[in-house]
Structure formats: structure tokens, C-alpha cells
């Protein structure tokens, strides 16, 4: 049986982002159950209506990489109590009709939001904005369970290594098994 190809859009272009690392976790906990990749997007531009089309080379590669996906896991840092810019504006060149007769990209695709803050929120607010611009996309969200992980500082080393605590990894865990689930429910293979 194909496996289920898992696409993840991690919030942060930070190289030592916290939650680059948290997808990468994710990424060795599903092992060989999907195909997890990370999504790269720093080459995207502002989204400006006067360069849409044609549109430029990063943005046709993101589209094509999010269009064979099955579904996508959203990693979202907190800025502000709300998601980082470069998110907002990646999943807003992904909401634009491409020119040619297709169904919107994103419309349908499973969804699931993890998050990793240095504050007390743990990304939750973040998430819940994020939720909400990708409900009136017609993403099929999975609004439970949603991993949020806060106080980072704590669970870093000197270098910005994270590494989860006993109670933090097994919610991921849990959330890994919920979402190939969820997945697998709506994707037929
Ligand atoms: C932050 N940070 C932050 N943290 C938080 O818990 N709540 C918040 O509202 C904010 N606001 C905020 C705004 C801006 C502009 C920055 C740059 C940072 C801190 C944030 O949690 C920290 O930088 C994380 O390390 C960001 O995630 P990545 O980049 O490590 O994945």
C-alpha cells in the first residue's frame, strides 16, 4: 500500500527554530508509517498582486509540493499571540487561484497544529488564529488533540537543542497516532 505523504509548514525560517526541531521529532516518531517532509519556503516572496502572474518559481514549487501532499501539519511558532508573518504569507500565495482550472490547494486537506513557545501560551493562541484562517480555507481540521508546548527555555540546552520532556513527548506521540488516523480515514490508499 502507498504511503500517505504528510507535508509539514513549520511557522519559523530560523535555522535552530524550536519547532523545526519539534517537526523533526515528529518526523522520527512516524518513522516509516508516512512520508513526512518539511516544507521550504524562505524564497517566497511577499505576496504583491502585481507579481502573481505568472507566478514565481518558489511559489509554483510550494504549490506543487502542497498539492501532492495528503495532508499537512502546521508547526506554528507565537508572535505576537498570533502566527509569525512568513506563515501568513506563504498560506496566502497557497489561497490564490493559480490561472488554470483547478480546485483550491488547500481546500480539504487534512490539518493538525503543533507549537513550541518560549512563553506560557505555548503557541495555543497562536494556533487558534491559525485555525481560523484555515477553517474559511476548507481545511479539515483536526482540532483534537493539539500539541502546545510552552516555557521552552526549559527544555533547551546551551546550543538551542530541544528536547522534550517525559509529559511533552508522550502528547506528541499521542497526536502522531491521532493524525496518520485522521489521515487514513479520509484518504483512500
Ligand atoms: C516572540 N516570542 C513569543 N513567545 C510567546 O510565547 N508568545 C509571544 O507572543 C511571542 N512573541 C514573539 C514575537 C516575536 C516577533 C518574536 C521574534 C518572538 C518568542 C518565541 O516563542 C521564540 O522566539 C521561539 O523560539 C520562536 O519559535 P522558533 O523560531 O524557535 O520556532
Redesign the pocket.
Known amino acids: 500500500m502507498e504511503k500517505n505523504k504528510i507535508l509539514a509548514i513549520?511557522?519559523?525560517l530560523?535555522k535552530?527554530?524550536?519547532?523545526?526541531q519539534l517537526a523533526l521529532i515528529v518526523k522520527e516518531i512516524i518513522g516509516d508509517r508516512a512520508d513526512f517532509e518539511l516544507l521550504e519556503y524562505d524564497d517566497v516572496p511577499l505576496m504583491n498582486e502585481d507579481i502573481e502572474f505568472p507566478a514565481p518559481e518558489p511559489v509554483k514549487r510550494v504549490r506543487e509540493k502542497v498539492k501532492s501532499a495528503d495532508a499537512i501539519w502546521f508547526f506554528t511558532?507565537?508572535?505576537?499571540?498570533?502566527f509569525p508573518s512568513a506563515l501568513k504569507n506563504v498560506i496566502d500565495w497557497l489561497s490564490r487561484p493559480t490561472g488554470e482550472e483547478e480546485p483550491p490547494i488547500l481546500a480539504k486537506k487534512p490539518a493538525c497544529f503543533s507549537g513550541?513557545?518560549?512563553?506560557?501560551?505555548?503557541?495555543s493562541?497562536?494556533q487558534d488564529h491559525l485555525v481560523t484562517l484555515l477553517s474559511f480555507l476548507d481545511m479539515d481540521i483536526m482540532n483534537f488533540p493539539r500539541v502546545t508546548i510552552?516555557n521552552?527555555m526549559q527544555l533547551m540546552d546551551d546550543q538551542g537543542k530541544l528536547t522534550l520532556n517525559e509529559t511533552s513527548y508522550s502528547f506528541v506521540k499521542d497526536q502522531v497516532e491521532a493524525f496518520l488516523e485522521f489521515v487514513k480515514n479520509r484518504v483512500n490508499k
Open positions: 513549520v511557522g519559523s530560523r535552530g527554530s524550536l519547532n523545526r511558532p507565537e508572535h505576537n499571540h498570533f513550541v513557545s518560549l512563553g506560557m501560551a505555548g503557541t493562541l497562536a510552552p521552552a
